[in-house]
């Protein structure tokens, strides 16, 4: 079944399947609400990058350049928050996740092989720390594994946050989406 982009925002949902908390707020739109609508109005980066993922390939595919920018946008937020986390920290994974983060800032090396070692090295970080006592120190392994798993797999990005910064978080992703596709792409 096509959507039209004039679809309304609550059918959409419900066809393809949003949460409650999600149908909810489409039910808060109002009836006469459309998909693009739900689109501009969405304060939230993880719910746009769900309705991303549900246009039909070939939007997808001519979209996903722009998604890809604010992707990066998203990532380097959490590479940043991560490093500055991370300060005074002397632990040898942290020499090595900084150095994959500022060549990944950079330009230098984005690439796939390079941001799962900086998983694998925040990964085994968070495998180590004392969660009781040490709670900075896990949000800041918590930081660094997200922001490298975005950097893995762009279907990943929105776990780029920390519980700590949720709702904030949730819409700078917004925002940075917004900024690349305002408006709910129409059909190719």
């Not at 984005?110 to 009781?132: F, N």
């Amino acid at each position: 079944m096509k959507i039209s982009s004039e679809s309304n925002a609550v059918y959409f949902g419900f066809i393809h399947g949003s949460c409650p908390e999600a149908m909810e707020w489409r039910k808060s739109l109002g009836e006469e609400a459309t998909q693009s609508d739900a689109w501009r109005c969405c304060k939230r980066g993880d719910w746009l990058l769900w309705q991303w993922r549900r246009l039909p390939n070939n939007v997808r595919d001519a979209t996903r350049p722009a998604i890809q920018r604010a992707i990066e946008s998203i990532i380097a937020r959490s590479i940043r928050r991560g490093m500055r986390l991370l300060r005074g920290c002397r632990e040898p994974w942290v020499r090595e996740w900084r150095y994959w983060a500022r060549r990944w800032l950079s330009g230098e090396d984005r690439s796939q092989i390079a941001s799962r070692v900086a998983l694998d090295v925040a990964l085994k970080a968070m495998m180590v720390v004392d969660r009781k006592t040490e709670a900075q120190k896990l949000t800041a392994c918590d930081v660094a594994w997200k922001s490298a798993q975005a950097a893995v797999d762009i279907d990943e990005a929105w776990i780029t946050i920390s519980m700590d910064f949720y709702e904030r978080e949730m819409r700078l992703q917004a925002r940075d989406i917004h900024r690349e596709i305002p408006e709910w792409p129409q059909e190719i």
